[in-house]
């Protein structure tokens, strides 16, 4: 009687389906240091959920930038799965400098799987998707003064089960930079040297 009642209780939970779940399962970040320029993005890596691994953005040094420069938050990708008739509607990145207020871009759907993420790593559970279409392309350095900064990100699944995070607004992922004064160019350079020479000249010719 009891091998009985337990192989039914096998069938009946065979023949239900998965209970309704989403999640993020991995982020990444594109940073490009000269906006529109010649220099090839940089690729980090935040909630990484595979064996091959990108540099992580958080703790990251993203370097030196000279006041009045554009730096752009130039990509970013999002994997999340779903199963038991769940649905992720949605996402964004959010991002903010020197712990302002959070501002949102969209990450647009790209693909379900299978799909190899930013750092190589293949998934092709049925549930899975890639979300790496990033709206906009926003210059994380407008508006800065000279000195030391921080760059904050974290991602948002939107999703019929409720909102799903890889970081949070309270625990970002986290990079340092720095803003600098502009060198002057040897030209301008010599030329102010020259002027300041004419001007000492002057002052002593008057004191002549």
């Not at 690729?43 to 006041?67: E, H, I, K, T, V």
């Not at 000279?146 to 760059?151: A, D, E, F, R």
Request: aromatic fraction near 10%.
């Amino acid at each position: 009687m009891n091998k009985t009642l337990g192989l039914c209780a096998l069938l009946l939970a065979a023949a239900l389906p998965a209970a309704a779940a989403t999640g993020v399962f991995g982020s990444y970040l594109a940073i490009d240091p000269d906006g529109d320029g010649a220099t090839t993005a940089t690729w980090f890596g935040g909630q990484q959920p595979g064996s091959r691994l990108l540099g992580s953005f958080n703790g990251a040094s993203l370097g030196s930038f000279q006041l009045g420069a554009t730096a752009t938050l130039s990509g970013a990708e999002m994997l999340t799965w779903k199963n038991g008739g769940s649905d992720v509607t949605g996402g964004v990145l959010n991002w903010r400098v020197d712990g302002g207020a959070y501002q949102s871009v969209a990450l647009n759907f790209t693909s379900n799987a299978t799909f190899v993420d930013r750092a190589g790593n293949s998934f092709g559970n049925a549930g899975d998707q890639r979300w790496a279409s990033l709206a906009s392309a926003p210059n994380f350095l407008s508006g800065l003064a000279v000195g030391s900064h921080t760059l904050q990100v974290y991602f948002t699944a939107f999703t019929n089960q409720g909102q799903q995070l890889s970081g949070s607004a309270a625990n970002p992922f986290t990079a340092n930079f720095s803003v600098v004064s502009p060198v002057p160019e040897p030209g301008s350079l010599g030329l102010l040297l020259a002027g300041m020479g004419v001007i000492a000249w002057k002052h002593r010719a008057r004191r002549a």
